[in-house]
């Protein structure tokens, strides 16, 4: 491929004007690159994190075997999900016998302690009734008549993969936490992580909430399935939110959500049928977005901020300060979920960034409100526009027509980043063409160190890489 | 060391399942014996509930076939996912301006809402390709790859195709490839075999045609292969008219009737428009092996002698000038690679066609199969193998991980969804699709690479960190 930014055709030049910008903005029908997939696929991600659970497709196995290779690519580790492998025939007389002899077949051999059931798009399409099969999948004694297992539908052509996410985690809880106890509570705070790729992250969370001395319970817990130590020995299933923990899950003493937009579903299961305690915090990404989750458990919990993440702080405010010049004034684009966003315009904010196109191909109304309020607070967010439901083909208009110095997103932009010949600075998922950028967290004060040291470096290498003879010197 | 393969050790390993599952899956795993004849059953049903590797028609058809074909736009028609998850996967790579000579590395969709599985899509199709040829004027095509609902809810996209194909005047080709149609990816190819033949071969004519045209076929230029490939074909003095599909382009497809012989590397994916050629054109075709000296050695010698003495006098200069070359190659890396033993599980061809660049660096391959072959595949796989070769057909994760845990190889080539299994296990593993994102593997550009690449697996030194000092008393396998 040649480099876009290096080639001369009229096409090319075309593509790169105002009148080009104004005919794919008037799209309506055709999708084109976007940073968004369906649900299922978060539904895999939320099961993983239950311990001893196997993840079970109802449906195409196709899709298994693309969500698989899709999270194994990210995360560099095995990811196993088994389907029940729907053909032709399924699709005429609907998916019972296969959904009963997959049950039978995956619990002989994977023997888990539980399955979580979601669905493909065939399956929605042709109407299967998941609980009437499982049902009877126990009537036949295919499975245990108590064998646990959730299920959640989530058809692919409605929302995206984190709603699929949000239902497979409502599924959880539905189909196997015990009823609510009155008003006890087992004294656990229970902190969602969301749509979370990041293992490093989940280790954050919970290094933070343990540091308060807060008994807490990670639901789901996904860390190890995307990090797990290599011992020589495999093992299928990584240790997870323990189904215990899970079941006990309507007596905790609260709910914290990592990220609002992934847990919609949840949150109001949640806090309004089950009135629980609950409070949902723009993901932790920056030192404010950092302080307030750690004021939100303090409010919830009563318990007070350690002087080691105190210390940690200082150290994360130290480091905005030592590197604030090179991020300053900086005009940046980004793309990604909407709750990576939101903690990502934040961060910029912090550090005098100038967030300017922000895409969201998953973004609904209340994100843009959101978001539009956030750009508000600060006299460096006047120039952010938020674009909900648009594609990377949109922002690659929005560069080459209102440039920026840097695009923050994930891997699927370094073609539009090298058409525009800026650096992407990869954040997010998928991260399928660098190492190990899934185990430095981007939250916390630890994670606003990382990034800030990402973002500052990337700039300096770039400058070294591209700036004149006379001015490559060794400070910077 | 492990066992050798035997038949205790497959009945062990599958008594695990349940009645039916274990006589199913029984059918699918042979150990090649003296004089034995290919027993094995395959191009079946996968059984529901065990983890397969095997994926779906559209994955056939878009993510194999059409994909890596680079100035048509190919559209994943139906809800977002099929899409993004083949968007980048498989690495076709392309020559050409992205976005105005190559749509390759793109993803387009139709991204089915609700609205479109209630009331249709056939509507928003016309609409999404009307939206696409206006943004890519360049484009020389479409083809509307469909996933599931698109076949379930009684589209017509046959005839939005028709319509279309007159109003933007370029060819749009519906493939129906929808994932729950046949069992594997292998129906897939056949759809878009099938599509190419209806749609595009044939439809125009070149001027130019000359005694040493030849297609390529079944390469889709996996990290360059296709072009180590050409290279190799065109120092001989053939003329690599176009290749299917890889860096391929519509103008190839559609004047490949008037070459004079058709090469085809991936039988199982592309078998089916070579043998319609040959009833329709009268085109002959010869399958090739270019992994490894011998066989690039052989397979020169035999594309050779289907033309005349010149290129069989060019086809003597290349392997004189190559040789020498490549047995420095084995000379650097077969000490460290004699005597390893393999165990490989792909698509296509790589179980069988990959086994003598192994044997070219010394090593052995024990164990060796399919994830969507036919009776054919196998038929060609026998003859390749020693006695006392596991074959396995289909084989289920649980399946692998156990007989490679059995049988302790020194190397597992394998996929994405098994790498980590077996790097976790401690055993070497190079991916065999995507070649661990390194390659190419073809020709003689790609043997140093693969040599070098199989040395590098079995003998990196950060297998021996796996055992903390701590832990003497466990012995990490």
């Known amino acids: ?476 | 060391m492990g066992e050798k393969p035997n038949s205790s050790m497959v009945e062990e390993v599958l008594s695990v399942y349940p009645e039916k599952a274990q006589k199913l899956r029984a059918k699918h795993i042979v150990i090649k014996e003296e004089c034995s004849t290919c027993a094995i059953k395959s191009n079946m049903k996968c059984v529901p509930g065990l983890m397969t590797a095997r994926g779906c028609a559209y994955a056939g058809a878009k993510g194999v076939v059409w994909g890596p074909l680079k100035d048509m736009i190919h559209l994943s028609h139906g809800p977002i996912g099929c899409g993004y998850y083949s968007w980048g996967g498989r690495r076709n790579l392309t020559k050409g301006i992205l976005g105005v000579e190559s749509f390759t590395l793109m993803m387009f969709t139709s991204d089915f809402t609700e609205n479109n599985i209630v009331y249709g899509g056939d509507k928003k199709l016309e609409k999404v390709l009307r939206e696409a040829k206006e943004l890519f004027p360049s484009v020389q095509g479409f083809s509307v790859c469909s996933e599931c609902p698109v076949g379930l809810i009684g589209d017509d996209i046959e005839s939005v195709a028709r319509k279309m194909t007159k109003e933007l005047d370029v060819p749009i080709v519906p493939v129906r490839c929808e994932g729950f149609r046949g069992i594997s990816q292998s129906l897939g190819h056949h759809i878009a075999n099938d599509a190419v033949r209806d749609h595009l071969l044939g439809k125009r004519e070149r001027d130019d045609v000359g005694p040493y045209d030849i297609s390529l076929i079944g390469d889709y230029n996996i990290g360059g292969d296709a072009w180590a490939s050409k290279k190799i074909l065109e120092e001989m003095g053939l003329k690599v008219r176009n290749v299917w599909t890889g860096d391929g382009t519509v103008e190839g497809l559609m004047t490949a009737h008037q070459v004079k012989l058709n090469l085809i590397h991936c039988y199982r994916s592309m078998n089916y428009i070579c043998k319609h050629m040959e009833e329709t054109y009268g085109i002959p075709w010869l399958e090739f092996n270019f992994f490894g000296p011998t066989k690039i050695r052989e397979s020169i010698r035999e594309i050779a002698a289907q033309f005349d003495e010149t290129i069989q006098q060019k086809g003597e200069e290349v392997i004189a000038k190559y040789d020498p070359l490549m047995q420095k190659v084995i000379d650097q890396y077969r000490p460290r690679t004699e005597g390893k033993r393999v165990m490989l599980y792909v698509g296509g061809l790589r179980p069988r066609h990959t086994i003598s660049a192994y044997e070219d660096l010394g090593m052995e391959v024990i164990g060796t199969g399919y994830e969507f072959a036919h009776k054919d595949d196998y038929d060609r796989t026998f003859p390749e193998v020693k006695d006392g070769t596991i074959i396995y057909d289909d084989v289920t994760e649980y399946e692998l991980d156990e007989f490679v845990d059995r049988l302790r190889p020194d190397l597992v080539g394998s996929g994405i969804k098994e790498k980590y299994v077996f790097e976790k296990m401690g055993v070497p593993f190079r991916q065999m699709h995507s070649w661990d994102y390194s390659g190419p593997y073809h020709g003689y550009e790609g043997f140093p690479i693969f040599a070098r690449d199989m040395d590098m697996a079995i003998n990196s030194p950060t297998r021996a960190l796996t055992k903390a000092p701590w832990k003497k008393e466990k012995e990490v396998r």
């Open chain 1, 1 to 476: 491929m040649n480099k876009a930014s290096e080639c001369n055709h009229p096409i090319l030049d075309w593509m790169a004007t105002e009148e080009y910008k104004e005919k794919n903005f008037a799209r309506e029908a055709l999708v084109i690159n976007p940073a968004r997939t369906c649900q299922p696929f978060g539904a895999m991600l939320c099961a993983l994190g239950i311990d001893g659970c196997l993840p079970f497709l109802h449906g195409s196995q196709g899709c298994a075997a693309y969500f698989r290779s899709c999270l194994t690519r990210h995360v560099r580790e095995p990811v196993p999900m088994v389907s029940d492998s729907m053909t032709e025939d399924a699709a005429v007389f609907g998916g019972q016998a296969n959904l009963i002899e997959g049950l039978k077949n995956a619990y002989a051999t994977y023997k888990p302690n539980i399955i979580a059931m979601f669905t493909s798009c065939m399956a929605e399409v042709i109407g299967d009734d998941l609980k009437s099969f499982i049902g009877n999948a126990r009537n036949q004694e295919a499975i245990p008549a108590d064998f646990p297992i959730a299920f959640a539908n989530t058809p692919s052509f409605t929302g995206s993969h984190i709603t699929g996410f949000d239902n497979m985690l409502k599924g959880l809880l539905q189909s196997l936490s015990d009823p609510r106890q009155g008003k006890w509570t087992n004294g656990r705070l229970y902190v969602v992580p969301g749509f979370e790729l990041y293992p490093a992250n989940l280790r954050e969370y919970r290094r933070m909430v343990t540091a308060m001395g807060i008994y807490m319970t990670m639901l789901p817990d996904p860390t190890e399935a995307m990090d797990s130590p290599n011992t020589g020995e495999y093992k299928m299933y990584q240790p997870g939110t323990p189904l215990a923990e899970l079941a006990d899950a309507l007596n905790a003493s609260g709910f914290i959500f990592m990220q609002k937009y992934s847990t919609v579903g949840t949150q109001k299961f949640v806090k309004n049928v089950q009135k629980i305690a609950s409070e949902a915090v723009t993901m932790p990404i920056g030192v404010r977005n950092t302080d307030a989750f750690l004021m939100t458990l303090v409010k919830m919990t009563g318990k007070r901020i350690p002087a080691e993440l105190e210390a940690e702080r200082g150290r994360a405010v130290d480091a905005a300060i030592d590197a604030h010049q090179y991020i300053h004034g900086k005009r940046f684009a980004l793309y990604g979920d909407p709750d990576l966003l939101l903690g990502l315009v934040g961060f910029l904010l912090d550090m005098g960034g100038i967030p300017v196109h922000i895409v969201c191909s998953n973004g609904n109304e209340p994100f843009r409100k959101e978001m539009e309020a956030l750009l508000e607070s600060s006299s460096f967010g006047s120039a952010g526009k938020v674009y909900n439901g648009k594609d990377l083909w949109h922002l690659r208009s929005l560069l080459l027509t209102d440039p920026v110095d840097m695009l923050i997103g994930d891997s699927h932009g370094k073609h539009i980043a090298r058409d525009a010949n800026i650096p992407l600075a990869r954040v997010g998922y998928f991260l399928p063409d660098r190492v190990h950028m899934h185990r430095q967290p981007i939250v916390g004060y630890q994670g606003a160190i990382n990034l800030i040291s990402m973002i500052a470096n990337i700039f300096i290498d770039e400058y070294d890489r591209n700036c004149p003879e006379e001015n490559f010197e060794l400070l910077r």
